[in-house]
């Protein structure tokens, strides 16, 4: 079974700042993991993805998230917030099998600070 | 190509009444994947399709639930005698075969049950 755990319902950050985003999970098989951005009224957007491969991963807007396997971690991060970044973001995992079933932690609210 | 579709964006109804959700898939995507999502929360999943096989449902998705993806093109989720616990955005999302696609989502579909 997967799950996934995301540390931090809101965080807020100001303008320019780091962000950093938690997110950990389980699995019972070899994980692919993801990060949605969901913006209010608005279906979910996919940022990044691991699958195999480079465990540092890009994505769009700037973002990145390195998966550690020691730590099932998948933290997201962007070297510099804008404000256009405010939004919701949800860490998912799914299994390498077949069929991927997502399984999506509670979200984190992310505020930027001008 | 112009990503997944929903309709309608809202839908208000009495308690008791029956809806009717519908979502259009990306052409060229086989599997079809319905999400709920409560306010707060991450989306849950509820049911999934492999072009008109429906090969799993979500102990969420109860009797008065149903969805059906007629020749592996559109899909419809309706919900019968509609509850204010069905309250919810309602989420479609697509991907091509494999686990390593990450889902496209749709807009959704935000029901409100008075």
């Known amino acids: 079974a997967q799950s996934v755990t995301q540390l931090g319902s809101h965080v807020s950050v100001s303008e320019g700042a780091l962000v950093l985003l938690r997110c950990n999970y389980s699995s019972s098989v070899p994980p692919y993991l993801f990060w949605y951005v969901q913006y209010p009224n608005q279906g979910l957007q996919l940022l990044l993805k691991?699958?195999?491969?480079?465990?540092l991963v890009k994505g769009i807007n700037g973002f990145e998230a390195e998966f550690k396997k020691s730590e099932t971690s998948f933290h997201l991060t962007k070297p510099s917030a804008h404000m256009s970044d405010a939004a919701e973001y949800f860490c998912?995992?799914?299994?390498?099998?077949?069929?991927?079933?997502?399984?999506f932690g509670s979200g984190t609210k992310l505020n930027v600070k001008p | 190509d112009t990503g997944v579709s929903q309709d309608p964006r809202h839908k208000i109804t009495k308690r008791g009444q029956n809806v009717t959700f519908r979502c259009d898939p990306i052409?060229?995507?086989?599997?079809l994947y319905w999400y709920r999502q409560t306010l707060g929360q991450g989306p849950e999943f509820l049911t999934y399709?492999?072009?008109?096989?429906?090969?799993?449902k979500s102990r969420l998705l109860s009797d008065r639930f149903s969805a059906e993806r007629p020749k592996g093109s559109f899909s419809t989720l309706e919900i019968q005698r509609t509850e204010q616990g069905d309250s919810a955005m309602y989420l479609c999302?697509?991907?091509?075969?494999?686990?390593?696609?990450?889902?496209?989502f749709g807009s959704g579909t935000r029901l409100t049950v008075v």
């Open positions: 691991y699958t195999t491969g480079a465990t």
């Open positions: 999302a697509s991907s091509q075969t494999g686990g390593d696609y990450g889902y496209t």
């Open positions: 052409s060229e995507h086989n599997r």
């Open positions: 399709f492999q072009n008109e096989a429906q090969l799993e």
């Open positions: 998912a995992v799914s299994g390498s099998g077949n069929f991927n079933k997502f399984y």
